[in-house]
């Protein structure tokens, strides 16, 4: 599964796009100017960026250039109706994989970005440290955490608890090594009843009715269920 960033002004376009690429088992994430795309770069890790050149506050050329600057090894794909010979060969000395004309076929776009996937290096990837299984993605280097595409709230120190427990997939973490651990950001221990409360807050943001991750063992700790990190 990749992270894709897809910038499109056309709500109904990025809908339509995000949708199909999401079919294909990956992860889309929506924006629609330049600005919320760059807020998004800076948070979270894509493995791939498919941009459109005109936009409301800025060019698609400009934030390409920008991105290949400061994440050279992200994939860039421009799809966009500017079809001018001058404006493909501006696209690819920016630093672009590949440039898409509107309109454009569905088939041929999916099979462009599963090669540019298979070419290009995801951003930070060799130091990307978190969890993805396709419904839950955590990301510790960065702070976030989604949930079947929904942004999750969570507490520096749940994500503390989070690394920990993933870190160790199929194994027993027991509460002592937890509360070991976990300090609050006054520099202050966790109690064992806090520990019960931080767990219980946490499956509720990260479970659902078929999604299970943190399993308790009675008298002793808890099991991450899900695969390694």
């Known amino acids: 599964m990749a992270h894709i960033l897809v910038l499109e002004d056309d709500l109904a376009l990025s809908a339509g796009l995000c949708f199909e690429l999401d079919a294909c088992g990956h992860l889309t994430v929506a924006a629609y100017h330049c ?29 390409c250039r920008e991105v290949k600057e400061k994440y050279p090894n992200l994939p860039v794909l421009f799809l966009t109706a500017n079809d001018l010979e001058e404006d493909v060969l501006k696209g690819f000395d920016l630093g672009a994989d590949d440039y898409i004309t509107k309109p454009f076929r569905l088939p041929i776009l999916k099979k462009r970005v599963e090669v540019a996937l298979r070419r290009g290096t995801p951003q930070d990837k060799g130091d990307w440290q978190g969890y993805d299984d396709g419904f839950l993605r955590l990301d510790f280097t960065a702070l976030t ?16 608890l989070l690394r920990v427990l993933t870190s160790s997939p199929g194994t027993v973490v ?20 806090t520990l019960t409360v931080t767990v219980n807050r946490l499956r509720s943001k990260i479970e659902d009715g078929t999604h299970t991750y943190i399993k308790t063992v009675r008298g002793m700790g808890y099991i991450w269920t899900g695969a390694a990190a």
């Open 145 to 160: 955490a989604v949930r079947g595409g929904e942004v999750l709230s969570i507490t520096p120190n749940e994500y503390k």
């Open 174 to 193: 027991t509460r002592r090594l937890l509360l070991e651990k976990l300090w609050d950001k006054d520099g202050n221990f966790i109690d064992d009843h």
């Open 35 to 63: 600005e919320k795309a760059r807020q998004l770069l800076e948070k979270e890790a894509f493995d791939l960026a498919l941009f459109d050149v005109n936009l409301p506050d800025g060019s698609g050329f400009d934030l």
